[in-house]
């Protein structure tokens, strides 16, 4: 049903992150953007239909003190109405560029005030909400960033509290015009989900448990969360509820990305155990009860899954990264 | 000055095993060693790590040219590489770990200090390590795993047992028992306002697994489990390591060497203090030593040495280049108590020798 496209070549392998690859489609100019994160240095590429890669940049986290080049733990493409920026997350902090990577509009650094001795610093976690960028850091908080339609005027205007441990993800889609629709959902090391609505000030609306384990990845689609755990289930909870109603035994290792393609409400899994799933959401006619079907498994062998995307909105194509894995893999439906 | 005998014998005997295993395992569980290695730091780099390991091997009486060092530190990164990668959950790179010391303490029965400092080490790792989340062991996996990043050596043990492919990568298995806390896959489970389960369906996952036995145990003594981590010897095997079409990345390991100052300060004080931790004893009289080839002769060790892959070599720190000359002095003397004077003239083994060595004693 699936077959293995041509591959794009990589500068530098892909580091095992979770979340590590980003997609920007531009239909318009019949190019799409890749963004995958290799260790102290993040790569940009631009590929041609049928993955014939075009150009590429390297971007690395701003220095500071320290034994090594400090790390990067992600990059990602946020939309907004008015423009696209791309976000890169390290150890030091945050830092905000026009959509191909060449001019930094913002920097944020974070700070580590008080972290102990033994806790690790950093930012990890983007998604734009409306007009804002939301990030998430190493002790939970969520930065919301208000993003101007143009220029570098970018102001730090809220710090959602909710979490206790490092935020892993966060999820938006855009809100359905009602009052009160949750549209974003942020995700932590614990497994904790927070389900909020957007505004001149974010809401929290519901919290979800975690059970001991993190749930590295999130996505929200049409008041259905979907949550992906380090034991490898996938969740899918009624974000206007907060309860659960599908579990998925999806993976044999902690899954590491999911991609949504919101025209048709597909959802893509992929875990460090090789495989990449897809999965149909759905609502039941009777009982408007989320419901899912499996429609797809590839095995990507001896290759521990890092990032997974889908490459077009209606779910026909999709594209994984994996540790130690120097391409891009392609996949297009048949 | 200390000259070395020259040893007539060509034979390890049991005493020498057991000196060289007792030597480098009292210095690597030295107290003041460990403390250093347990403060909370970066991930070290590849040379701090590779001029450390040189140290230890070097803490006895054994010796190895420069060829024998860098194959026994492609041998040990890749077996550590294969371990960290194959960890069925995160905590169980600390399974791995116990493992490490549990066979450790098989090789030093009879020397009841030692044996304490390890129990010692033991306590220490349960202590700061045990009450860890699922998620922290996440972040130290993943950053184990930067460490490791584009190295492919093969390994001749790897390749005929199947775990390691021909291009060098490791072969991860779709079948077997999935890792403790995760369910085999194949089930979809759905439910309705009230939490009760309404449908259940099965899916197609495309692996073979099965539930996993029991949980490893994380206690001084007791079942592991994982064999991820036992000794790799424990059967007579080859110590052969490939370095063709290894890495073909050379944009990821020059990462390091252009940093801009490769001495940084922080590298060499932490340096600096891992090798004041390290208690080798000088020799006090005229000591027999050995000088370990992994090779099968001294012609192939010397022809390694030569044919080593650029992108391949190991560089340790050279404590001369360094502009910090308080710390430099300091460092020249601490490693200075360690040099060995003169070359000397000694019986060499087979690489069959080191397994032999690292088999039970």
New interface residues.
Partial sequence: MFRWERSIPLRGSAAALCNNLSVLQLPARNLTYFGVVHGPSAQLLSAAPEGVPLAQRQLHAKEGAGVSPPLITQVHWCVLPFRVLLVLTSHRGIQMYESNGYTMVYWHALDSGDASPVQAVFARGIAASGHFICVGTWSGRVLVFDIPAKGPNIVLSEELAGHQTPITDIATEPAQGQDCVADMVTADDSGLLCVWRSGPEFTLLTRIPGFGVPCPSVQLWQGIIAAGYGNGQVHLYEAATGNLHVQINAHARAICALDLAPEVGKLLSAGEDTFVHIWKLSRSPESGYIEVEHCHGECVSDTQLCGARFCDSSGSSFAVTGYDLAEIRRFSSV | MQPFWTFTGDEWTEVDRKRVLNDIISTMFNRKFMEELFK????Y?KKALRTVYERLAHASIMKLNQASMDKLYDLMTMAFKYQV?LC???KDVLLVTFNHLDTIKGFIQDSPTILQQVDETFRQLTEIYGGL????F??I???L??FF??L?IRVSMFLKDKVQ?NNG????P?SGP??W?????????????K?EE?KR?E?????N?VPAPKEGSFELYGDRVLKLGTNMYSVNRPVETHMSGSS??L??RT??SI?PNPL?K??LN?LARLMGGMEIKKPSGPEPGFRLNLFTTDEEEEQAALTRPEELSYEVINIQATQDQQRSEELARIMGEFEIMEQPRLSTSKGDDLLAMMDEL
């Avoid at chain 2, 899916?203 to 692996?207: D, E, M, R, T, Y």
């Fill in positions: 909370p730091q970066e991930l780099s990668l069925p959950r995160p989340s699922a998620g922290e996440q972040l996996r993943q950053t795993l930067i990043q584009d492919h492919n990568r490791f072969v991860l779709v999935v890792p806390g995760t369910e085999v896959p194949g089930l979809i489970r759905m439910f309705n306002n939490g309404v369906i899916f197609k996952h495309g692996g697994y073909k990345n944009a990821s990462q390091e940093a940084a922080e590298e932490f």
